[in-house]
Nanobody, 116 residues
Framework: QVQLVESGGGLVQAGGSLRLSCAAS????????RFWYRQTPGMQRELVAQ???????NYADSVKGRFTISRDNAKNTMYLQMNSLNPEDTAVYYC??????????WGQGTQVTVSS
């Protein structure tokens, strides 16, 4: 079964940058759309960014102009470049992918903490 593994989270000061990675455990030919979500305690999981199978991207208003989603199909890896981070970006970040015939799968999450 395909698994997604996130990395790159950590502690950063406000104004700083982090790059999250989401690697698939094996080559998957049927990936449709890919996503980054985030969640804070007591809140619903929030969609942060999406990249479609065709390469189109969408972002939450709160991160537009600061975050960039991208993928490297040769490496089976997706990225989230996060710039100009602020304390409101503190959350557990999850990657997800829609697989043809399977549905949505999720990574285990990686903590991002932005200090003021």
């Amino acid at each position: 079964q395909v698994q997604l593994v996130e990395s790159g989270g950590g502690l950063v000061q406000a104004g700083g940058s982090l790059r999250l990675s989401c690697a698939a455990s094996e080559s998957v030919g049927g990936i449709l759309d890919r996503f980054w979500y985030r969640q804070t305690p007591g809140m619903q999981r929030e969609l942060v960014a999406q990249i479609t199978g065709g390469g189109n991207t969408n972002y939450a208003d709160s991160v537009k102009g600061r975050f960039t989603i991208s993928r490297d199909n040769a490496k089976n890896t997706m990225y989230l470049q996060m710039n100009s981070l602020n304390p409101e970006d503190t959350a557990v970040y999850y990657c997800a992918a829609d697989l043809l015939g399977i549905g949505r799968i999720w990574g285990q999450g990686t903590q991002v903490t932005v200090s003021s």
